[in-house]
């Protein structure tokens, strides 16, 4: 199994970026999805999560300016981030509780994609 992120880049401060996450390989099914940050010299971060019955949660620094959202039939989750602060700038895992076709349930991580906000 491997998740595969995408969408990161360098955007001016006021604007958006969309991230995606894509799940491939063994899976029986997906459980929890999610987005976390990490910035430098910081720990890593919950930015937002998503229950495979579309349920979410936020971090209170993105609420009202990040959404989660995913696509069971294309097994990828998304982060909309709009209204982009330089505090913002991190490095985003994407993360999936995932049960394989072999009824193993693990977290899975992807590689982390690189947002910079500019001010």
């Not at 987005?35 to 993105?62: F, H, M």
């Not at 209204?83 to 913002?88: R, T, V």
């Amino acid at each position: 199994v491997q998740l595969q992120a995408s969408g990161g880049g360098l955007v001016q401060a006021g604007g958006s970026l969309r991230l995606s996450c894509a799940a491939s390989g063994s899976i029986f099914s997906i459980n929890g999805m999610g987005w976390y940050r990490q910035a430098p010299g910081k720990q890593r971060e919950l930015v937002a999560t998503i229950t495979s019955n579309g349920n979410t949660n936020y971090a209170d620094s993105v609420l009202g300016r990040f959404t989660i959202s995913r696509d069971n039939a294309k097994n990828t989750v998304y982060l909309q981030m709009n209204s982009l602060k330089p505090e913002d700038t991190a490095v985003y895992y994407c993360n999936a509780d995932i049960t394989t076709d072999w009824a193993l349930r693990t977290d899975y991580w992807g590689q982390g994609t690189l947002v910079t906000v500019s001010s």
